[in-house]
């Protein structure tokens, strides 16, 4: 038996704005100083955009409350460093 309502289309959903992927490419133009200064401008500029810190932080799975204890852990240390600098 078949209905003459046509199916609702599924929509996919988008990732919430934290998770979102920025999609701007790097480029890195090999010039007449050589391929090795071309893959060191690279790494340098992929550190600057935090590439390289994601990378190591997707490695690994981490659970919810360990993920919450260490931000947590890592609020207090900056707070600490920041009142040294204020102190000192």
Do not use: F, W
Not at 25 to 36: C, K, S, T
Not at 51 to 58: N, V
């Amino acid at each position: 038996m078949s209905s003459d309502v046509p199916e609702a289309p599924e929509t996919p959903q988008a990732p919430p704005v934290s998770e979102a992927i920025q999609c701007r490419p790097l480029e890195v133009v090999v010039g007449d100083r050589g391929i090795e200064r071309a893959i060191k401008h690279l790494k340098r500029k992929m550190a600057s955009e935090g590439i390289l810190r994601e990378l190591k932080r997707r490695r690994h799975y981490m659970k919810p409350s360990v993920k919450r204890r260490k931000k947590q852990s890592e609020a207090a240390r900056r707070r600490r460093k920041r009142q040294r600098a204020d102190n000192g």
